[in-house]
């Protein structure tokens, strides 16, 4: 329990002229938060809201901590802390970061040892990640129709990039610690779209595309994704065991899970993200384009 002058997070901006908002917590923040860490997430909701939009700018997020595992960083950023309060400030695009450091100094003392850090800011659309040098190019996609209203599931990202993707590699198969990721989302004149609120299903939905299958309960995952995609079992089971494309590597992939399956593409190794909405003059549908690539840190980092 925190003492009545020593809290356990701290919240700064948006203040007048100021284009970022950061928070310091003791605690990561988690999906379901319960206590100080709901009025936690109700108070960087209302910042987060207030971050001024400006015309061709984008919001940069970085979450920054000491503790060395790999998290999804979207999640932490975006998802557990309520896609809503980005949709306005987000609407544009969303570059975002992973730092494996620690939280630059709060500035108050706060009750507990490792810190969390949020930083949220509006930044020129054709800028670069902070943390993160991009380095080799390890494959490219494009997607010419995927619907995103409603919300697409993972699975439907992952058949449509597989099966209709024109996924490009360039080179074998990596052994990677991290990697880094540009997602282009083209949208047709007329339409919106809440950012924040389908990343978390395209991620997914493309980093399980650059996989392929173990096999592990093949069968049984291919009829349930074929009923649920309006797909026969063999192309499932196909696309599943697909090593032509495969630049992460195999791994088990998806698994049975309840009435339906769960996927396990490695996005915790997504480090370094930029995502924009390109608002087309045609009448093209919804797609997507892309490209995977390897990063290098900019300053002192590490990865387990």
């Known amino acids: 329990m925190a003492s009545a002058d020593m809290l356990p997070y701290t919240i700064l901006g948006p203040k007048e002229g100021s284009r ?63 896609t809503g309060c980005f949709a306005r400030v987000g609407s544009l ?25 949020h930083l949220y ?15 080799e190019t390890l494959a490219s996609w494009a997607v010419p129709s995927i619907p995103l209203r409603p919300q697409p599931s993972a699975a439907l990202v992952w058949l449509r990039t597989k099966i209709e993707g024109s996924i490009k590699t360039y080179g074998e198969s990596i052994s990677y610690e991290g990697f880094g990721m540009t997602l282009t989302i083209h949208q047709p004149p007329g339409k919106a779209l809440n950012l924040t609120a389908v990343i978390k299903p395209l991620l997914d939905g493309v ?66 993200a930029d995502i924009v909405v390109d608002r087309n003059t045609s009448e093209r549908p919804w797609s997507l384009s892309g490209e995977l690539f390897m990063v290098k840190s900019k300053s002192p980092i590490w990865l387990s």
């Open 207 to 272: 980093i399980a595309a650059l996989h392929s299958h173990d096999g592990s309960a093949l069968e049984d995952v291919s009829n349930r994704l074929a009923g649920k995609l309006a797909a026969s079992r063999r192309t499932v089971a196909r696309a599943l065991m697909d090593t032509r494309n495969a630049s992460l590597g195999q791994r088990r992939l998806v698994h049975p899970f309840q009435q339906f399956v769960q996927w396990n593409p490695a996005d915790d190794r997504l480090v370094a």
């Open 93 to 117: 695009g969303l570059r975002f970061e992973r730092v494996f450091a620690s939280a630059p100094k709060s500035p108050r003392v706060l009750d507990g040892s490792t810190l969390h850090h």
């Open 20 to 82: 970022k908002v950061e928070l310091w917590s003791v605690r990561r923040l988690p999906f379901e938060p319960t206590g100080w860490m709901k009025q936690l997430r109700g108070e960087l909701r209302e910042a987060i809201r207030s971050l001024p939009v400006q015309a061709d700018a984008i919001l940069h997020a970085t979450y920054a901590s000491s503790e060395d595992r790999f998290v999804d960083v979207e999640n932490v950023l975006f998802y557990n802390v309520g």
């Open 121 to 135: 800011e509006t930044v020129a659309r054709n800028g670069a990640f902070h943390h993160w040098e991009r380095r």
